[in-house]
């Protein structure tokens, strides 16, 4: 079938992305879905720092690559093989596929899986190779999504159904924000029952761990060089807002500190504001060639303990579903992540206001996806 979506054509343009232009929207050819895959009409997509990190160069992937894994969709057709979904569910996107047979999908969430990662590398999907094309020639996947579309084909263990109930626009925030930031609160941090946790980083990621610790009952202190982030914070039920050095020098600490800026300078924060016994869990994705400074001693004088999680440590299939619970439940308030709204021919746009650090979660809509804008076509 033909769709329309945001093909990234390379990675490393300079900004402004509103002027390089490095994603291209425009028609492309979609397979039918295989024996264990789904079509799904994307309804809303988040556009996060992983995004971002493809377009910059930080995170190298082959292109023409169509972009975009935090979504959420109707289910339109099913592969012979599968069971357990139906047309007209609504579904998750998660980025990071789980075999279920691997070493690594053993560890509870603790590893990524070993063959959705290399397919996620390659640019293809769980089964192999590609859905995509354009002009005969094959476009590479993102994440196992490529939600930055009207449609994708993904394959089963990419999805996690949700109930109707639960509207597009926070559903799509579940897959990556809220598994990222809120599974390194109830899945890496092995946090007490009440105790105060510290979030360094308050983009989409780092506030989606603020309003999980709230609706688990812990006490929250908000790290952030942007005053605009503080105040966001503090209406999403912060306890305590502080910049880095403001923190630092009052003497802030805190049993569990997460960062999720994906920045050297925020590790190094949030290690100084762990408390002796404590530990940091960082869910941030910075450079390849990244590097922090932190003073070995106090790993072991002060026993503390640093955790790398990936995805939140999640196992979508298992915490999707907690997270949908917390927001039918009125607990979660996962809307305060949304600080925008673009169409799908304003992509470019939108990277620049990720970059400039002026937005959480960007949702595009879809409501214009008859309406090819022919210079972004050609771009």
Same mark, same amino acid.
């Given at each position: 079938m033909r769709i329309r979506g945001a093909v990234l *054509? *390379?990675?490393?343009? %300079?900004?402004?992305?509103? *002027? $390089?232009?490095? &994603?291209?929207?425009?028609? =492309?050819?979609?397979?039918a879905p295989g024996p264990t895959e789904l079509l799904v009409r994307i309804e809303a997509a988040g556009i996060c720092h992983s995004d971002l990190s493809v377009v910059d160069g930080n995170r190298p992937r082959p292109t023409p690559m169509l972009l975009g894994h935090e979504a959420a969709g109707i289910v339109t057709a099913v592969g012979r093989e599968v069971r357990d979904v139906a047309e007209g569910d609504r579904v998750v996107l998660t980025f990071l596929p789980r075999c279920g047979e691997c070493a690594a999908c053993a560890t509870d969430g603790r590893l990524p899986c070993e063959r959705g990662s290399a397919a996620n590398a390659?640019?293809? =999907?769980?089964?192999? +190779?590609?859905? &995509?094309?354009?002009?005969?020639?094959?476009?590479?996947?993102?994440? +196992?999504?490529?939600?930055?579309?009207?449609?994708?084909?993904?394959?089963?263990?990419?999805v996690v159904p949700v109930a109707a109930a639960v509207p597009a626009e926070v559903a799509a925030l579940l897959g990556c924000a809220?598994? $990222?930031?809120?599974g390194a609160v109830l899945n890496a941090s092995g946090v007490r029952d009440g105790d105060p946790i510290a979030v360094v980083g308050l983009g989409g990621v780092g506030t989606a761990a603020l309003l999980v610790a709230k609706a688990t009952g812990h006490p929250v202190i908000a790290v952030d060089a942007l005053?605009?982030? &503080?105040?966001?914070?503090r209406a999403c039920g912060a306890d305590e $807002?502080?910049?880095?050095?403001?923190?630092? *020098?009052?003497?802030?600490?805190?049993?569990?500190?997460?960062e999720a800026a994906g920045h050297p300078a925020a590790f190094e924060t949030a290690f100084a504001l762990t408390a002796p016994g404590g530990t940091t869990v960082t869910v941030g994705l910075p450079r390849a060639d990244a590097r922090s400074g932190i003073p070995p001693l106090t790993l072991t004088a002060e026993a503390r303990t640093v955790v790398g999680s990936y995805l939140g440590s999640s196992v979508p299939e298992r915490?999707? %579903?907690t997270y949908a619970d917390l927001w039918l439940d009125g607990r979660l308030p996962v809307e305060r992540l949304v600080s925008g709204r673009v169409p799908l021919?304003?992509?470019?746009g939108a990277m620049d206001a990720l970059a400039a650090g002026t937005a959480l979660?960007?949702?595009? $809509?879809?409501?214009d996806v008859d309406e090819v804008d022919e210079e972004e076509e050609q771009a």
């Open positions: *054509e *390379e990675s490393g343009r %300079p900004g402004p992305f509103a *002027e $390089t232009r490095p &994603l291209s929207v425009g028609a =492309l050819d979609l397979a390659a640019g293809e =999907l769980l089964g192999g +190779g590609t859905r &995509l094309s354009r002009g005969g020639e094959p476009v590479a996947h993102h994440l +196992g999504a490529s939600a930055f579309a009207d449609h994708a084909v993904v394959d089963r263990r990419s809220v598994l $990222t930031g809120g005053p605009a982030k &503080l105040d966001h914070a $807002t502080w910049t880095p050095d403001e923190a630092q *020098e009052a003497g802030v600490r805190a049993p569990v500190v997460i915490d999707v %579903p021919a304003g992509i470019n979660r960007q949702l595009i $809509t879809f409501d």
